[in-house]
């Protein structure tokens, strides 16, 4: 990212693809985050936030391949001390489903509870309705 202010210019009122690029750069390229320090003082509170968007999609598409650089954007977005870009990570994070981790109900060979009434090959067995019911721990 060269002119991180044409940035700006060229996505203004466009939070969500300023977010989505941002966060793409960011992915490909995490040498670009001095850059995006210097797009944060040039930005308005409103693309602040969704430049905190975009370093928590950075992060979250980084988590599972590139762990090192994952920690690298998180822990850049503690320092930055800019509360807009701190509110726009948190409300990114929040809404993240990519790191839900599997719920018991999830497991294979276990029919889902409540709703399956039919297993085996084909599904023409009935489900045992007196099968005890596993509790949560």
Request: glycine content about 8%; some cysteine; overall charge positive.
């Amino acid at each position: 990212m060269k002119s991180p202010a044409s940035l700006l210019q060229k996505l203004r009122n466009e939070k969500n693809k300023l977010s989505d690029r941002l966060a793409a750069y960011i992915v490909t390229d995490p040498s670009v985050l001095p850059s995006v320090q210097t797009l944060i003082s040039e930005a308005p509170s409103t693309d602040r936030t969704a430049i905190g968007g975009a370093l928590r999609a950075a992060e979250a598409r980084c988590t599972l391949t590139k762990p090192d650089v994952a920690r690298k954007i998180r822990n850049f977005t503690q320092r930055l001390g800019d509360l807009a870009v701190q509110g726009g990570y948190s409300a990114a994070s929040s809404d993240d489903t990519v790191t839900r981790l599997p719920s018991r109900d999830d497991q294979p060979g276990r029919p889902a509870r409540g709703g399956e009434l039919l297993e085996g090959e084909g599904k023409t067995k009935l489900v045992d309705p007196f099968e005890p019911v596993l509790l949560p721990r």
